[in-house]
Every structure is written in structure tokens, then in C-alpha cells.
């Protein structure tokens, strides 16, 4: 199966597609439905910040493009990781891109939980990127849902973007399908740091034309989808989620990757009811120290997956050192 989503559509498309016919028979695939939208008051942005949430560095990437792309520009850009963000300094900023993996076809609920302790933005632009392997699914919906929450603490919207690269769900490979992941070994690609730069310059031209972006939120079956605890029939296929203290170097990689805190690095467990399935520990360990087995079968991370199929990705030009 191709990513995480392909393992959830398995279990409850089925139901999904009861629930279609019983609620509403002769629905069209897709409906959307929008919401009014902030206006844009700053209309030449002098300071910026880019916040990312980013597990294997593809979210990451992408900010980093846009915060090159936005100096380049002339703004002032502070970029970094939300968990190291200073709350109290968001009203310092005319402009705001938030990029997020699609998790489970929506925000990953640390990032949703987040977003709702932050203080109003009022007048300050918002637009919103997410990241997501493979051909992906609720990729639209995910950029839609964390940008809505941006205008919902007074941000104006002012665009979004959809960049595909290799799907980091640590067990597709390591349940033997690995041939799905391979079909996109090489994205991240300078396609998708084109559609970043491309990406970033449009967010600048919305904001001085003072041009909102109309949030339209698609309906089908990958929404109906949404109903079901897709985290938790995940968990159900996770056993043996530990720390293999004999490969462990207490390095705190995994503790520091770990949303939810989730990992106590001394006793070698992991707090199984707070876990969200991100399989960041897992992917992130350098040891390979981090055990984790996936109906039964042992997982592996990324970047022992990369290392296994000799992939290396290409950094985009102006990230290179």
C-alpha cells in the first residue's frame, strides 16, 4: 500500500461508502463549502515568519524555500520549527506561512492543539503549505483545514500550497511494499522547489493586491473518511513500541522529535495512549534503536530506508551550502 492513508482506506472504505448511500443517495463526488474570509489590511509586509511541523525535514525544506524566496524579496523572515516559536512575538509579523505532513487526511492534532493556545494575529496575511508522500490523499482538505484555523485567530488568508515527495510512513516498506514509496524516490525534485518559490512569490502578490484566498473545502469520499478514528485503528495494528536500550546512545533524538511527549528515553517505553502513530521516533532514530512492529512485522525508518536504496535527496540550490 502506498502510504498511511492506503491502510486506513482498506479498513473503512467500505463503511465510508455506506455512509454516502444511507445519508445522502445521489451525492456528487465533490461539494464544496466556503466561509467569509479576514480582509488583508497590511498590504507591503516588512517582517514575516515561516513555522513549519516537520518529522523527516520535507516540511521543513519547503519552508525554508519560501523564507529565501520572501528575503529575497526585501521582508525581514524568521523561520523555524513551532515548537521553538515565542508565542508572544506573533503580533511582530505581517506575514505568516504555517506548513504541515498531511497526517491522516488533516492536521496532525499536536499542530491543531497548538494553533489553538496562540494569541489573535489580526491583520496579519496567513497562508498555508502542506507536504505529502506519494500521491496522497486529503492533501487539499489538510491545507484548507490549517489555514482556516490561521483566520480563525484573525489571520487573512492569502493562498495555499500542495507538495507531493516520498511518503515517510516507515511501515509501507517495512511490510513489503516498499515498491510503492520507490515510484517517488525522486521527490522531493526541483519540480517541487520550483512550485515553493512559485508558491512564495504568489503569496506576496495576493498580499499587495490585497487579493484573499476563498477557502473551499472538498467533500467526498476521502472526507466521509474523516468520521472514523483513523489514529486509533493505526495504534491497533502497533505492538512492541519500545527503546532497545542495548542499541540506545541517549542522543534524545527520538524525545526531541516526538510531539506529544510520548518518549521517556530512560525507562526505554513509550506511552502507548498518548502516542499519535507519527513514526517520527521511528524514522528519526539513528541507532535504529527504536523498535516498533506493524501487523506483526518489524518496522524500519526513513532514513535506513533511504541508506537501503542508495536514494539521496537533492537539496534545492539555494539551501546548499
Not at 129 to 136: A, L, S
Not at 181 to 206: G, H
Not at 280 to 298: H, L
Request: aromatic share 8%; with cysteine.
Amino acid at each position: 500500500m502506498e502510504n498511511r492513508r492506503g491502510f486506513i482506506k482498506t479498513c473503512v472504505t467500505g463503511c465510508a461508502i455506506g455512509c454516502v448511500v444511507m445519508a445522502a443517495p445521489g451525492l456528487s463526488v465533490y461539494a464544496c463549502a466556503s466561509r467569509p474570509q479576514n480582509p488583508i489590511t497590511k498590504r507591503n509586509p516588512k517582517r514575516a515568519l515561516v513555522v513549519w511541523y516537520s518529522q523527516t525535514g520535507h516540511t521543513e525544506r519547503i519552508g525554508r524555500i519560501i523564507r529565501h524566496a520572501w528575503e529575497k524579496a526585501g521582508l525581514t523572515v524568521d523561520g523555524r520549527d513551532y515548537r521553538e516559536i515565542d508565542k508572544s512575538t506573533l503580533g511582530q509579523y505581517d506575514l505568516i506561512a504555517i506548513g504541515t505532513p498531511v497526517h491522516y487526511m488533516d492536521v496532525p492534532v499536536n499542530l491543531q492543539a497548538w494553533i489553538k493556545t496562540l494569541p489573535l494575529i489580526e491583520g496579519t496575511s496567513v497562508a498555508s503549505y502542506v507536504t505529502f508522500g506519494g500521491k496522497g490523499d486529503g492533501q487539499h482538505n489538510t491545507a484548507c483545514g490549517l489555514l482556516e484555523r490561521m483566520t480563525e485567530i484573525g489571520g487573512a488568508a492569502a493562498g495555499i500550497a500542495l507538495l507531493g515527495n516520498m511518503s515517510t510512513f516507515a511501515p509501507t516498506w517495512s511490510t513489503g511494499n516498499a515498491e510503492r514509496i520507490l515510484a517517488f524516490r525522486d521527490r522531493p525534485n526541483e519540480k517541487t522547489y520550483q512550485q515553493a518559490r512559485t508558491f512564495a512569490d504568489s503569496i506576496l502578490a495576493n498580499v499587495a493586491a490585497g487579493r484573499t484566498y476563498k477557502i473551499d473545502r472538498e467533500f467526498g469520499l476521502d472526507s466521509l473518511m474523516g468520521i472514523f478514528p483513523q489514529i486509533g485503528l493505526t495504534k491497533l495494528m502497533i505492538t512492541n513500541h519500545h527503546i532497545d536500550t542495548s542499541l540506545c546512545i541517549k542522543c534524545g533524538t527520538c524525545v526531541k522529535k516526538c510531539p506529544v511527549g510520548a518518549i521517556h528515553l530512560q525507562a526505554g517505553s513509550v506511552d502507548s495512549k498518548r502516542c499519535i502513530a507519527c513514526i517520527g521516533c521511528v524514522n528519526n532514530c539513528p541507532t535504529q534503536a527504536m523498535k516498533m512492529n506493524f501487523i506483526g512485522k518489524p518496522v524500519y525508518g526513513f532514513k535506513e530506508f533511504l541508506k537501503r536504496n542508495r536514494i539521496e535527496i537533492v537539496e534545492p540550490s539555494e539551501l546548499k551550502v
